[in-house]
C-alpha cells in the first residue's frame, strides 16, 4: 500500500488515527489527534476513508473469506455439568397430602383419605416403575405417623425397591425417599 503525506490514517494495532506528515523509507511519521508525532512502518498503517474497505486492508495477504469462515463456525456446546450435589437429587416428587389430592376433603372419612393416599402412592411407584425413574421422594407429612407406616408397609412388598427417609435439610421429617432398582434387561 503506498501513503502519501497528509493521508488521514490508522494504526492497527493501536487505538490511534493520525495524519502522516512524513515518509522515509518504510517509516511514516504520523501526527496524533493530539499533536503528538510518532513513527511507524508501513505495514502497521491503514488509511482512512480509501475505498478500499478495512477487511481487505487488514487481510491484503489473507484469503478474507477463509477468515470469515472460520470465525463464524458455531461453537460446540459445552455438555452441561451437573454437580454431584444435583446428581443425586430425586427426579420426581409426589405430595400425598390430602389438599394435594382432592379440591376438598370434607365428608371423606379417615379411611377415605388414607386409602386415596395410598392409592396415589401406589400408583406414582407403578408409573416410575414403568417409565424407569429410579427416585421418588414421597412427601407424607410429619402428624401421627399413620400415613408412613402404611407407606413402608407398601414399599416392602416391592422386591427392586429400597426406601428411607428423605433429605432432612429439604423436607424436614415429613418424605420418603425411594430407590428404585432398574432391571438392566428391560
Keep these: 500500500m503506498t501513503f502519501k503525506v497528509n493521508d488521514q490514517v490508522m494504526v492497527t494495532d493501536e487505538d490511534l488515527t493520525g495524519v502522516?506528515?512524513?515518509?522515509?523509507?518504510?517509516?511514516?511519521?504520523?501526527?496524533?489527534e493530539d499533536g503528538f508525532l510518532l513513527s511507524f512502518k508501513s505495514e502497521e498503517l491503514i488509511r482512512q476513508n480509501s475505498d478500499k474497505s478495512i477487511k481487505h486492508q487488514l487481510f491484503s495477504n489473507a484469503d478474507i473469506d477463509s477468515v470469515i469462515a472460520e470465525k463464524e463456525l458455531p461453537k460446540r456446546k459445552q455438555p452441561k455439568r451437573i454437580s454431584p450435589k444435583d446428581r443425586f437429587e430425586p427426579t420426581m416428587e409426589v405430595d400425598l397430602h390430602i389438599h394435594q389430592l382432592v379440591k376438598s376433603s370434607?365428608?371423606?372419612?379417615?379411611?377415605?383419605?388414607?386409602?386415596?393416599?395410598?392409592?396415589?402412592a401406589k400408583h406414582k411407584l407403578e408409573y416410575a416403575i414403568s417409565k424407569r425413574i429410579q427416585k421418588i421422594v414421597f412427601?407424607?407429612?410429619?402428624?401421627?405417623?399413620?400415613?408412613?407406616?402404611?407407606?413402608?408397609?407398601?414399599?416392602g412388598r416391592y422386591n427392586n425397591v429400597k426406601?428411607?427417609?428423605?433429605?432432612?435439610?429439604?423436607?424436614?421429617?415429613?418424605?420418603?425417599?425411594?430407590?428404585?432398582?432398574q432391571n438392566p434387561a428391560n
Design 20 to 32: 502522516i506528515k512524513k515518509i522515509e523509507g518504510n517509516t511514516i511519521s504520523i501526527e496524533t
Design 106 to 120: 370434607r365428608g371423606m372419612s379417615n379411611h377415605d383419605m388414607l386409602s386415596l393416599q395410598l392409592d396415589t
Design 139 to 155: 412427601i407424607h407429612g410429619v402428624g401421627e405417623g399413620v400415613l408412613k407406616i402404611e407407606l413402608e408397609y407398601l414399599f
Design 163 to 181: 426406601f428411607y427417609d428423605a433429605n432432612y435439610q429439604k423436607y424436614g421429617l415429613g418424605a420418603t425417599e425411594v430407590y428404585i432398582y
